[in-house]
C-alpha cells in the first residue's frame, strides 16, 4: 500500500480529494459508490463539511471533508445508508439505498 500524495488528499485530511474523477480501473459491476453535494438551504455548495456515513443500524463508518463544490464520495457496500453533514452552515441529513454503480446523493444543511 502506498501513502496518499499531497495532490491525491484533500489538505490536513487523508481522505483523497473529492473532487477527483473515480480511478480507471474502477469496476461498477462490481463496486458501489455513493457520491453527491452538500449544498445550503439557498442550494450554494458547502465546502469543506464533514460528511459521514451510517450504516442501517445508525453506527459510524467512515467520513470526508466536501471539496471546495461541496462534493463527496464513498466507496461502500450495497444496501441502507444514512449520509450526515456537519458544516458552518448548518447539518443535514438523508438517506439512500446503495445498490452497484454509482449513486447520486444531494445532502442539504440548514441551521
Known amino acids: 500500500m ?3 500524495t ?4 484533500t489538505a490536513g485530511c487523508a481522505a483523497p480529494d473529492q473532487a477527483a474523477p473515480l480511478p ?3 469496476d461498477l459491476e462490481r463496486e458501489t459508490v455513493i457520491t453527491g ?5 439557498a442550494g450554494e455548495a458547502v465546502p469543506g463539511a464533514y460528511v459521514r456515513l451510517l450504516d442501517s ?5 467512515a467520513e ?13 457496500a450495497p444496501g441502507d445508508w444514512t449520509l450526515r453533514a456537519l458544516s458552518r452552515q448548518g447539518n ?3 438517506t439512500v439505498t446503495a445498490n452497484r454503480g ?3 446523493v444531494a445532502v442539504t444543511v440548514t441551521d
Do not use: H, K, M, Y
Not at 6 to 9: H, P, R
Not at 57 to 61: A, I, K, L, M, S
Not at 66 to 76: D, E, I, K, P
Open 2 to 4: 502506498t501513502a496518499p
Open 6 to 9: 499531497a495532490a491525491s488528499t
Open 24 to 26: 480507471a480501473g474502477l
Open 37 to 41: 453535494v452538500v449544498r445550503s438551504g
Open 57 to 61: 443500524t445508525g453506527e459510524f463508518t
Open 64 to 76: 470526508v471533508v466536501t471539496s471546495a463544490a461541496g462534493q463527496f464520495r464513498f466507496f461502500a
Open 92 to 94: 443535514g441529513d438523508t
Open 102 to 104: 454509482i449513486n447520486e
